[in-house]
């Protein structure tokens, strides 16, 4: 089993910055992908940014493409957002997931840290 656990959420004005961390642990060992995402209220989940461990290529939502930056740290078990000129539109309860084979989804899921923007 790999347990998740976000922290770095908060309130924060629009046009800030927060950093979101993401720990994983037990069974890490699989560990193709990790992801970070996102679901406001009344809204489907989404996507918000990728890292593929094997060649660091990473993939974001076109909505926060050059305001959030995805990174991890060699291991595998540590991933972070950083979410820089947020807006309003950001609010929303942010999972981190963890995609242990390439074919294969996300099979583990994180409990959320809320991060809200007040504009």
């Known amino acids: 089993q790999v347990q998740l656990v976000e922290s770095g959420g908060g309130l924060v004005q629009a046009g800030g910055s927060l950093r979101l961390s993401c720990a994983a642990s037990?069974?890490?060992?699989?560990?193709?992908?990790m992801g970070w995402f996102r679901q406001a209220p009344g809204k489907d989940r989404e996507s918000v940014a990728t890292i593929v461990w094997s060649g660091g290529t990473t993939y974001y939502a076109d909505s926060v493409k050059g305001r959030f930056a995805i990174s991890g740290n060699n291991a595998g078990n540590m991933l972070y957002l950083q979410m820089n000129s947020l807006k309003a539109d950001d609010t929303a309860l942010y999972y981190c997931a963890l995609r242990p084979r390439l074919l294969g989804s996300y099979d583990y899921w994180g409990q959320g840290t809320q991060v809200t923007v007040s504009s």
């Open positions: 037990g069974r890490t060992t699989s560990n193709y992908a």
